[in-house]
Structure formats: structure tokens, C-alpha cells
């Protein structure tokens, strides 16, 4: 194997890879990263079976030439080392070669480095998706989607599927919902015509998954075309190959949770309301679940927190409108900023249904994008 | 105590005084920030027995009211809470009042604190310096030194002394010394021809201090007040009162490690030399030491590193200038690169005594600036 390449583009894909690479797996040999130089271009592949990933640097795009007298074949190298001297090269390109003894030498000006590697026939096969369920959405909304849903999903492993994000089509809407059964976030777009015969109810994506894939897809409007199977599901774009698991199991159903009518309905400065919270929080760090109160008063809410041993807080946020019934609710700050961190809008709707019931929060002009949370019991 | 102070100001200061403020510190009122509301302005204090930090906010400066409706008196808050409160308050204005309870309360728009506190005459007194041995320096050529020196003091605590820089004054020259005993670093000023007459060769400043120091002197050409007494040493700018210990002990006579003559005297371009040895260290990652070699061949420097289970990396710099016998040495590249990261130059002087003797690197046009460095054995 041999060929010369731009070390930018390499980087580039290297860290995409590493995505997908842990120190920590069960076969050594994924430890390492595949190189695999083929007529047509340069591929790398990194997985830890759960994610895979192949990312692909054609020889020429657009009519600029990437990669140059390419020799084909393959190597394994240890991603402990690999990237690191490539993004520590002096020069702009890098030749790389491998030997019959799995050694690979890499030349960049006056630095030459020989890395040992392993042969690229040990490395596991990816499985191939037979799956006519694919359809496409576009790059920053799907990156939206992730990132409106996926902080909800559950760190703990006590009821494994809910560390998934729940991907639901039906009759041309695609729903993410994400709950760690304290609080659930929800994000529906409407996929395009051509996918409106597609239609899943139980697929559960790892929210780690879909948090990698986020780092790695670009904020454009270019197409992400997904494919469901058994138990995998596939992203691609155009030089990317995104392979993750799927988690077993019943995920449960999230629609009744959420309530159908409110008894109480305030309109607030997102941001006002955000950095309150925040700062009523600050002294009730010592408890695990930072609890804060609010109360709603003639023209404004008050939000209080109070640990004897420290001191205790008070703040006023202004109501835009309010409807319905005076209200006193007790809830976690952090999941609180965490829903109100994802609100762009400069205005929130939030509707509550008394101090023991859920409660939720829409962007003033958003109702695709739905918070809830559980209130705690305190009066 | 009350007074309405501008936010910013305050919360510069306070970084300031958390500097010396420590969680782990044996006397609990000092995990707390003094506040003492004088009629000039408001004085913070921060320590941990090791280091004091005074920082004033006077009333006015250059015509701008930083503090108004000053009532004075004292209190000490806890530093885990109050600077965070103060930097998340929602106006850039910010009225503190404490009551007889020593509770103090803290208003910024609808945002209002209630903070435990405790009796301000709780709190050590700072230690009044009684000395004439005061000189100036300005701020930026003090930071210079400090960051030119202080990386090399030793980190282990077999020998406390090490720990710290070594301030000689002699015959108007000051020179800071700091050596783990593997390498050394120097660098020497001249002072203004008032302080002629100041005199000290064993005074030991703890590396800690003088890198939270570097932290909060800015980089201007203002000047800072130097004073030393018999076991502290108290540095003052304007609004600053910076107090340490010294270290207890004898420095070692270090001038006699510095090589009289060289063997072989190299010129280089630093930051190629800097970047080679960087690359050359990347697989040597996993020995402690990080050693690498170092060759002089014909029109260039090779440096190498092998580690069998790993690889093999070379690496060439080309010589701007070679003068004496040919060589090959080994040594930490890690020292190496802490030597080379302070050198501004573009070009380093290396003047090598042999392979088993210390060698030092200049920069080309300072030699106020001395790096040495212990070879290691491996040929």
C-alpha cells in the first residue's frame, strides 16, 4: 500500500473515525484504525461494535486532487498514535506506505516514522444493511433533531432502553422522544413526500450514538440518508458511513404522559427565565436534586431555593401572560435549564397542570419542540 | 456594611483573592473572603497561610465612581458561593448589605441573596512587613521572569527547597534561579541603579506563588514594589497586596553546573528544533522518561526515538551553524521542550559539552536567558 495524501483531509477523517474508537474494547484489534487504499480513493474505519464508521477521501472532488499515486491495499495502526503524527506533520502532505511485515512508514519533510501495524484481514467485517427502509432529511435539521432530544436520554443503565432516543415515523412525521422518566424532550419534523410510506414505532438509537454523530455531520443543508434494519441503523452522507446498534426492547409510550389540557399557562422571556433558574440554583448545589420553587405572583414569578446552612435566594422573573390559576411547583433546576437551553425562541409558553402534574414548555412559535417535566414534591 | 459596587470590578477582585484561597486549608474561615467596607473603597482578602491576597477597589479612580453609598464594616462569606453569585447577577450594578447576624444580602434587579456569613474578626491579621529591602521592577520584564523560570522548579517534595525559585540580587543584577535537579533554568535583569545596594543570595520563593502571581500582575510597564523580610516576601501594584512565604533552607551553589567551555556549539531555527522534538516524543509516550537522541551529522541535526513495541521515528533539522566535535547525546525530551517553548528567538543556541555532561541552550540574542539540561545515558 502506498500513496501520497493532503494531511488536512486525513485529519479531518481521522478524528471523524475516532469517533467511534474505544481504548477500552473487548477485541484488541479494534483498538486500531483500518486504512484501506483502494483505485478510487482512501477509506478509515474505526468501530467499537457498537458505532462504526468509515469515512472516505476520494482521490479528486470538485476537480481538486486529494490523494496521489495510490498503490492499493491495506493496514491496521494503532489509533493511540496514528492521528497524533499526522496532525503534528510539517508539511501540508504526507506519503504514507506499508511494508510485507505490517510496518508502516510515514514521510512528511524531515520526519519519518515507522509504526508497527497489524494485518487489515484480522480487522472484523462490517455487516451489510439489506433494508429497503431509507429515506433522507437534511443535515442541520437532523442535527437539530439530536440535539433537542438526546440530553433527556438516561445515564443509567437500570432500564437500558431508556438511554435511547425513540424514533417514530408515521404518515410523513418523524418524532424523536428521549426521557430519563423525570423529564422527556420531544422534536417532529415532517419528513418529505417521497417517505411518507415509511413507518417505524419501536426504533431505539443509543443516545451516545446519535451524540457522536452530531460531532461529526456538518451544519449544512446537504442530505443525510438513513436506513433502517433488524437491529442496525445506518447513516450515510457523502463520504460517511455511520453504523450503530439498535437498543432491544419496548420502549415505552410517552403520549399519555403528556397533558392534554393546562391549568396554568405563562408567557416568559426564555432567557430571563433560563438565568434565574440558574442562579436560584447556585445554593442548593449540596443537594443532588437542586430543587428550586416557583410561585406565581401578581405580574411576575418568583423562583426561591433555600439551604439553611448556605442562605437562601429569591428572584423575580417578569410575565408576559398569564392564564389560569395562581400556582406554587417545586422542580430540578437542571432539567429545567436543560429544556430551556434548546428554547431559540425569544419567548416560552410554559403550561402547567397543578403542583403534582407534569408540566411543559414550547418555544412561543415552535410546537414541534415539547418539554416536559416532573414537578418534585415539596409543599 | 453596605455599599452599591460595579459587578465587573468586584468580580476581577474576587478572582484575585480566590488565587490564595484553598478548600483544603486547616483553618475553616479561611475557605471564606473577607469583604471590609472602608471610606476609600472595598477591600477583599483571600489566604491560605501560604499566600495572602489583599485587592482593593478604591471608591474612585481617574475620575469614575466604582463604589457608592459605602456604610462600612466587615464580613467573611464563603468563597464556594459568592464569587459565582456575583458573576451570574442580572445588572452591572450590585448592592451588598450585611446585618447583625452576619447574613449578607446581595440585590441586583430581581435577583436577591441572603448569604451566611461569619464575624470578620474571626480572620487572622495579615502580617505587617517590617523592612527597608524594597526595590521596583516593572510588571511585564517580572512576568518574563517568572515564566522563564518557574516551570523548572522540582515537583516532588524530597527536596521542599527545590520547590521554589531562587531570587539573587548582587551589584544591581537580579537573576532568578529554578532547578528540579535535572534541569535549570535562568534569567537575569538589571535593576534601576536606585537599588544598587540591595543585596540577597537565599531567598526562596515557592514556585505556587509566583505562578498565581504571574496570574494577576497584568503585562504592562507599570511598576511592582518588591519587599522582603525574614520569612516573607510581599509584592504590591497599585490596588495589590501580595504576600508569600518563603522557603526555609539553603539553595544550592548552582553556578558551578553551568559548563565553562563547549565542545560543540549549534545553531538552530527554534521552533523547527521545538516542533522535531515534539514529533520525536510522540512514541515514546509510554517510557517515563521520554527520551530521545540526538545526532549531529553533516548539515543536520537527527533526533530520534525507538520504542520497539511501537515504532521508530526520525527526525532532521538543518544546522544554521555547527562549530567543534561531531555528537550524540540523549536526554528528556520533555526538559527539551519546556526549554525551547520560552525561547522568542527565531534561532537557539545549543552548546553541548560531551555526551555525559550538562548542556545549555541560549536564545541567539540573550544571554540574560540560560536553559541546562542533564543528558541521559542510553549510548
Do not use: C, W
Not at 463520504?239 to 446498534?245: E, Q
Not at 435566594?313 to 400556582?327: F, N, P, Q, R
Amino acid at each position: 500500500m502506498k500513496f501520497i495524501i493532503q494531511r488536512d483531509l486525513l485529519l479531518e477523517s481521522l478524528q471523524h473515525v475516532m469517533k467511534a474508537i474505544s481504548p477500552r474494547v473487548a477485541v484488541p484489534i479494534l483498538t486500531g484504525i483500518k486504512i484501506e487504499a483502494l483505485p478510487t480513493g482512501i477509506k478509515l474505519t474505526g468501530s467499537d461494535s457498537d458505532i462504526s464508521i468509515e469515512s472516505f477521501i476520494p482521490k479528486e472532488e470538485d476537480g481538486l486532487v486529494h490523494v496521489e499515486a495510490i498503490e492499493t491495499g491495506s493496514i491496521v495502526v494503532q489509533a493511540k498514535y496514528f492521528p497524533e503524527i499526522i496532525r503534528k506533520l510539517p508539511l501540508k502532505t504526507v506519503e504514507i506506505s506499508t511494508d510485507e511485515q505490517y510496518q508502516m512508514t510515514i514521510v512528511s519533510g524531515g520526519s519519518e516514522f515507522h509504526l508497527n501495524g497489524q494485518d487489515a484481514m484480522e480487522y472484523p467485517q462490517l455487516p451489510i444493511l439489506h433494508t429497503d427502509n431509507s429515506f433522507e432529511v437534511k443535515h442541520d435539521i437532523f442535527k437539530e433533531m439530536i440535539k433537542q432530544t438526546v440530553f433527556a436520554v438516561s445515564t443509567v443503565e437500570t432500564r437500558p432502553i431508556l438511554t435511547g432516543v425513540n424514533m417514530k415515523i408515521d404518515n410523513g412525521d418523524m418524532t424523536f422522544v428521549a426521557t430519563d422518566s423525570h423529564r422527556l424532550a420531544s422534536r417532529s419534523i415532517k419528513l418529505d413526500q417521497d417517505f411518507v410510506h415509511i413507518q417505524f414505532d419501536n426504533i431505539v438509537i443509543p443516545g451516545k450514538s446519535l451524540a457522536e454523530l452530531n460531532k461529526i455531520i456538518d451544519d449544512t443543508d446537504d442530505t443525510i440518508t438513513i436506513s433502517v434494519a433488524d437491529n442496525q441503523i445506518l447513516f450515510q452522507t457523502k463520504n460517511l458511513y455511520f453504523l450503530s446498534r439498535l437498543l432491544d426492547g419496548k420502549y415505552p409510550e410517552t403520549d399519555r404522559l403528556i397533558p392534554a389540557e393546562s391549568k396554568t399557562s405563562v408567557k416568559v422571556k426564555t432567557k430571563t427565565l433560563l438565568q434565574a433558574i440558574d442562579r436560584a440554583s447556585l445554593l442548593a448545589k449540596e443537594n443532588r436534586n437542586n430543587v428550586v420553587k416557583l410561585e406565581t405572583k401578581e405580574n411576575f414569578l418568583q423562583i426561591s431555593s433555600n439551604t439553611p446552612e448556605v442562605g437562601q435566594v429569591t428572584e423575580e422573573v417578569v410575565i408576559e401572560t398569564i392564564d389560569g390559576e395562581s400556582l406554587k411547583i417545586s422542580f430540578s433546576a437542571k432539567y429545567m435549564i436543560d429544556a430551556l437551553r434548546i428554547v431559540e425562541d425569544e419567548y416560552v409558553m410554559v403550561h402547567f397542570t397543578g403542583a403534582m402534574r407534569p408540566f411543559v414548555l414550547y418555544p412561543e412559535n415552535n410546537h414541534d419542540i415539547l418539554q416536559l417535566i416532573l414537578p418534585v414534591r415539596t409543599y
